[in-house]
């Protein structure tokens, strides 16, 4: 391959969220020397059936506990005034009758300073932090927002490099991430995991990509002076054909 066009192709590469792209990506490696998983799947994405984080159909707020799996959903938003519900993190019937769905919903004020970083809700992926995912590629979801619910939301993956209870950061909460866009309607997004990226500027360390070999939990955020009624189900791991 021209070098100048495998260049090209690299870069173009990284920039797509779901994939499909043609050409075989070169090996990358992580810090800590491990494999780190390709820029897109030459062959297509894969949805293996041990990939499931939870499709909330158990009606609990437990992820499903496949390869040591089983961490709790959770919610949470910042002390100054911020709200998010309802307080059980148990999923809900979808309005639509599509089942059932994690469902968080509340405002987030704008009042300035560190402490007003708005709301979130997640999971962590176990009891036992550092989770290995570096067997998949990314992660899917399906997401939906309410009729008055703001449509931004930052879906995140905390890490090793990330969140504090890894005991690497000296300036956390950075964690490696995607912007998305909701509808009224059902979407599904699919991420590659190294088309994730920190926000700029801080954060300490800020290491070239994620460490899917160690991961601590997923995040869905919602910043500071919105309003918001969002529903996420079907949540799994990706791999490459």
């Known amino acids: 391959m021209n070098r100048r066009f495998g260049f090209a192709l690299f870069w173009l590469s990284a920039s797509l969220a779901t994939v499909g792209c043609i050409g075989v990506p070169a090996k990358r490696y992580l810090p800590d020397g491990s494999e780190a998983p390709p820029k897109y799947c030459a062959r297509g994405i894969d949805y293996p059936v041990e990939g499931l984080i939870d499709d909330m159909e158990d009606g609990n707020n437990r992820i499903d506990a496949t390869e040591g799996r089983g961490g709790y959903w959770w919610k949470s938003a910042d002390p100054l005034g911020s709200t998010i519900g309802p307080e059980d993190s148990q999923p809900e019937a979808s309005p639509d009758g599509n089942g059932l769905a994690m469902h968080a919903y509340g405002e987030t004020v704008a009042v300035g300073g560190d402490d007003n970083w708005g709301a979130q809700f997640g999971a962590d992926f176990s009891s036992v932090p550092g989770y290995d995912a570096s067997k998949y590629a990314g992660i899917r979801f399906r997401a939906k927002m309410g009729a008055d ?85 079907d949540l799994a791991f990706i791999t490459c054909k």
């Open 149 to 233: 619910s703001s449509p931004n939301v930052r879906f995140k993956i905390a890490d090793v490099n990330t969140h504090p209870k890894m005991g690497v950061c000296t300036e956390c909460w950075n964690h490696f991430g995607r912007d998305v866009n909701l509808s009224q309607r059902w979407q599904t997004f699919e991420f590659m995991f190294s088309a994730l990226e920190q926000a700029p500027y801080w954060g300490n360390p800020r290491p070239g990509s994620i460490t899917p070999s160690k991961l601590y939990a997923l995040v869905f955020e919602i910043t500071p002076g919105k309003k918001f009624d969002i529903w996420i189900d």
